[in-house]
Structure formats: C-alpha cells, structure tokens
C-alpha cells in the first residue's frame, strides 16, 4: 500500500509538472486542443458522404474564383489598373473588407479567396457526425483564429488601403508604424498602461463621482456615494460589480457614468470596489467573497440607512454572486431586499458562450496548477482570452491601424478601463469555473453557500435583468434562462451592444435601442425566440426604463442620510474612488 506521505510527493510532483506546463503553454491546455483535432479527424475520416460534399464545394468554389479571375485578367488587359472596371461584387458585411478599396483588382480577388476559405472551413468543421459538440466548438475556433491572423487585411502587400496610404504619404506611416510598435513594447515590458491611458486618472477623470469610502475589510471596499438633490428614494441601491474589473466600469466619464446618473436620479448609491488579490490571498473562496463582500456589504448600507429595503444590482460575476447570495437569503428568511437587478449576469451555465471554449477538464486542471503556483489567475491571462474571442476586431484591426497606417486612435475611457485589469485569486477561480461551468451547481439546486444548498425557486423578488445583443462573455439568450429559475416577476432587457459597452448607455448615447418585456410573477416562461418577437422595441438608452422601473418600486422621497455611521461602526475611512481600485 502505498504510504500517505508517498501519495503527498506524487500529488506535489505532479503540480510542479503541471505548473511548468501551463508556463510553457500559456496556460491553453494542448491536451485539449489535441483531442478535439483527433476526434474531429477520425469522425471525418469515417465520413465519406461528408469528405465528398467539401469536395465539391471545393471544386465549385474554385470554378468560380477562375471565371472570376478569367473576367478581371481580361479587363486588366484593356485597361489600366487605374481605371479598370471592377466586376459586380456583392455587399459584404466583414468590416474588414467593406471599404470600396477592395472593390478593385487584384484585392478583390483575394478578398474572394479568402471569404471562399472561410465558407468551405466553416461547413468542414459543422455537421461531422459523432465529434463531440465541446471539441467541434473548438475546433471552429481554431480555425476562426488561424483565417483572422492570415487574413489579406493583415499584410500590407495584400492590404489596398496600406498600399494607398504608403504611395500617398511616400512610406511615412510604416515610419510612425515602428514608432507606434516601440512604445507598445516598451509599455508592455515595462508593466506600464497602454499609450493614452494617462489622460483617464482614477479618481480624476474617471471613477470621480464624490464620495466616501464607509466600509474597509481584507477583500472589499464600500463607498456611499454623495447625493446631488435634496430629497432622496428611501430605499438605497447597492451594487455588485465583478472581481474580474475594476468597478468604475460603472463609474467612468462624468458624462457616461451609471453611478453619476443614479445619484442624480435621486438614489442613495452603495458600491462595492473589490481587492486586486496578491498571491497572499490565494485561499479565498465564494464563501469569503459572499461574506466578506456581499454580506459586509449589506449590514454596512443597513446601518447607514436603517429601516430600508435594499435595490440590489450585480453585473457580470457581480451579478451571479448577487443571484447565490439572494437565494441563501431566501433560504434563511433574511428580508432585506427590495428588488434585483442584473446586468449580463448568467445563472444557467449550460449554454455559457465563447468563454466556454476555454473551460474543459483539461484546460482546468492546468489553471488549477499555475494558480496554485502563483496564488492568482493573472490578469494578461483573462485579456488574452478575451481578445481571441474577438481577434480580428480586437487584436488584428488595431495591429493593422497602429503598425501599418501608422494611426493610432486615441484611447476612449472605456478601453483605458479595459487595460487597468484585475487577478483572481486560485481558491475562487477555481470554485467559480468548477462549480459553474463545468458542473452548472447553480441552476440544477446544487449549489452550497457556507455548506447549505441554495435554490434560486425561492427567490421571490422583481427583477430586472438586462442582456445584449453582442455579448461574447454572456451571452443574452444564457442571461434569459434566469426566467426558467425563478417564480418572480421578471422585466427583461435586450440592448444592443455588447458586454461592456451595452451596459455604457447613457441617454444621448448614438444608435441605441433595446427591446423590453415584464413576465408577471407566477406565469410561465415564454420561449426566448417568442420573447425576441413580441418584445416592445424604444429607441435611445435602457437606463431610462431602468430608472423608471426603480421609481415605481421605491417610497415617497426623504432626506438624504448622512455619509457613513460612525456611532454604529461605519465611519467614512477616506475619500473615494478609496484605496483598492488603485491596486495594480
């Protein structure tokens, strides 16, 4: 029998490896990846009826890219390249090649090409019988991601508007290019922000809605924010945000800021601004963020402002803690809520979207080990993922803008935002990705809160729940299946944008529109396509229906209360955006 002290060396050793993998590998398993293209070639390979559809969809897809060619060589032949007329191309919605540019020959032969090559891999990865949905789902993506680095748009010998803009500026934008390629590099090796992000300060030009920071614990800081008008809703807001960002996501410009506008809505605004976690605190779990934060959270508010029901809203991570901490409150009698909100916040995992190509056993396991290694998921690792979720609108088009055409735009408050990211320490990380999206706890009445199972049946609330249209992380119609958990009374958001810029909505805000529904509490779902039809369409920002909504579930206006409550335990301890969210 082998020894515990034995079995302890193994597990180590094994860690160490693992650890050392993911070092190698970035963190993306290759044992995941090497299953998924084995599973799919060995399907294929006992396919023939399939292997002889690509076939000739190949050999169709040819015919016509010659008679095409054919048809330019021979206008080419008879005019020059300047004048030539292109032949009738049809209108393409890739943002790549939608400038008229591409229109001209030769580009728009290569551009052809290589929309026939996205067509005949996307149906070589669809509809192979017998490979497992999770590795066909990975397979696409890696195929998606070699198509968008080899794409014609990248190069600039293929690429007609860096050829026009090299003969119009005599070469100057590959000379701004390389300038714009050494300050990336030197702010990356050197752990700085990207260029522009010094002109969005926190706690300056963004994150500056006045405030006081009344609650300071190991994990979480609580600011109450300072009201602009006399009176106030008596029920206070608090919010939620995700451990994965810095809060002032909901806090950015004067103009664009959801706080800001709460405030001036005349609600009583709580916040939560979580820790950047060092490896020190590598062992907290849910629990501790549910009681540390959440649960801190609310006795805090409840103190400063005694005798109120409580409009809880989480967004993204936030919200999903929000939905666990609002069921263990059920569970418990705990009657301090007055309503729920979530922004693109999922409660069932069985359809989580994109992020889910990166969450295997596999994939897990490896995490588990560099995490453990580390004490915290690093924060590149999270932005990487992201990135090649949306490759070529967020890593290939800014590469091409910034190194080719020499243009760099200029950095918006909310990709300043973006780059000032947060880690996660392995304990939670780990429990998050298990517990959600491999096994799905939550939605199938599993899931433990300080060891006693929580069941969103029991929450009995209004919600109001919004999802968008372009959610890469949370996908709406995985937001929407929140109506199949909960007996309550549901208004549901569909936005447009995506997860973060749909919820960055501000009235004013151009090409907004979004659809609304209430579902009375006690009725039975409807199905998410109906949903999607019948749902009322308004142009213009969601926050006004929002505000609208919180109005008529709040009490006649009162006095607003003071900052903190220093006689029960709650002085304000400094001025906000506080001390965390500064944390690097």
């Given amino acids: 029998m082998v020894s515990r002290q034995s079995h302890d060396q193994a597990e180590q050793l094994d860690a160490s490896a693992r650890a050392a993998w993911a070092r190698i590998w970035s963190s993306i398993s290759p044992e995941s990846q090497f299953l998924a293209w084995m599973d799919w070639i060995r399907h294929l390979a006992l396919s023939p009826g399939k292997q002889e559809q690509l076939r000739q969809l190949a050999q169709k897809q040819w015919e016509q890219l010659f008679r095409e060619w054919s048809q330019e060589l021979a206008a080419s032949a008879q005019q020059s390249l300047q004048t030539a007329q292109p032949a ?21 032969l290569l551009r052809q090409t290589y929309q026939a090559q996205q067509q005949w891999w996307q149906s070589a990865t669809e509809g192979v019988a017998g490979v497992e ?49 050494q300050q990336d590099m030197q702010a990356q090796f050197a752990g700085e922000p990207p260029v522009g992000a010094q002109d969005f300060v926190v706690g300056k030009d963004v994150a500056a809605t006045p405030g006081k920071v009344v609650l300071r614990n190991e994990l979480v800081e609580l600011i109450q924010y300072a009201p ?18 810095k809060y002032y996501i ?21 916040c939560l601004s979580w820790k950047n976690p060092v490896a020190q605190d590598h062992a907290f779990g849910m629990d501790d963020y549910i009681r540390l934060g959440w649960k801190a959270s609310l006795d805090a508010v409840n103190a400063i402002v005694p005798g109120q029901k409580i409009h809880a809203t989480g967004y993204c991570l936030g919200g999903t803690l929000l939905a666990i901490a ?31 190509l990166f969450i295997d056993e596999s994939q897990v396991s490896l995490l588990e080990a560099q995490m453990a290694d580390e004490g915290y998921l690093r924060a590149n690792q999270m932005e990487v993922a992201f990135q090649m979720l949306r490759s070529a609108d967020l890593l290939w088009a800014p590469m091409v803008s910034k190194y080719l055409l020499g243009e760099r735009l200029p950095l918006s408050d909310l990709m300043a935002w973006n780059a000032d990211a947060t880690r996660m320490p392995a304990t939670m990380h780990s429990q998050y990705l298990r517990r959600m999206y491999l096994n799905n706890d939550l939605s ?22 919004v999802g968008t249209v372009s959610d890469h992380v949370a996908p709406w119609r995985s937001v929407y299946k929140l109506h199949y958990l909960v007996p309550s009374e549901i208004t549901f958001v569909l936005t447009t944008g995506g997860h973060n810029a749909g ?14 529904h209430t579902r009375a509490a006690g009725t039975a779902p409807i199905l998410v396509d109906d949903w ?22 709040s009490g006649a206006n009162v006095k607003p209360p003071q900052m903190g409550a220093a006689k029960q335990g709650y002085p304000p301890v400094g001025p906000a955006p506080g001390q965390y969210v500064l944390v690097k």
């Fill in 88 to 108: 009738p191309t049809p209108a393409y919605t890739d943002r790549r090649f939608s400038d008229p540019a591409w229109d001209r020959w030769p580009f728009n």
């Fill in 133 to 181: 949905p999770h590795h066909q789902k990975l397979i696409a993506f890696g195929v998606e991601q070699w198509l968008n680095m080899l794409s014609p748009s990248n190069f600039a010998w293929t690429n007609p508007l860096v050829w026009d803009k090299t003969l119009a500026e005599h070469g100057d934008n590959f000379s701004r290019g390389l300038t714009n390629w």
């Fill in 228 to 245: 602009t008008t006399k009176q106030v809703h008596p029920e206070p807001v608090l919010i939620v945000p995700a451990w994965i960002m």
């Fill in 250 to 270: 909901l806090d950015l410009s004067e103009h664009n800021s959801l706080i800001k506008y709460l405030v001036d809505q005349g609600h009583t605004v709580f």
């Fill in 326 to 356: 609002a069921a263990a409150m059920a569970r418990d009698g705990d009657d301090r809520l007055a309503s729920l909100t979530f922004f693109a916040a999922q409660t069932d995992f069985s359809e989580p979207g994109d992020l889910s």
């Fill in 444 to 465: 199938q009445n599993r899931y433990p809160v300080q060891g006693r199972i929580v069941s969103l049946s029991q929450v009995n609330l209004p919600i109001f729940c």
């Fill in 503 to 516: 919820i960055v909505s501000e009235p004013g805000h151009p090409r907004r529109k979004y659809q609304i």
């Fill in 532 to 553: 999607q039809a019948q749902a009322a369409s308004h142009q213009g920002s969601w926050w006004l229906a929002w505000a609208e909504w919180l109005k008529t579930r």
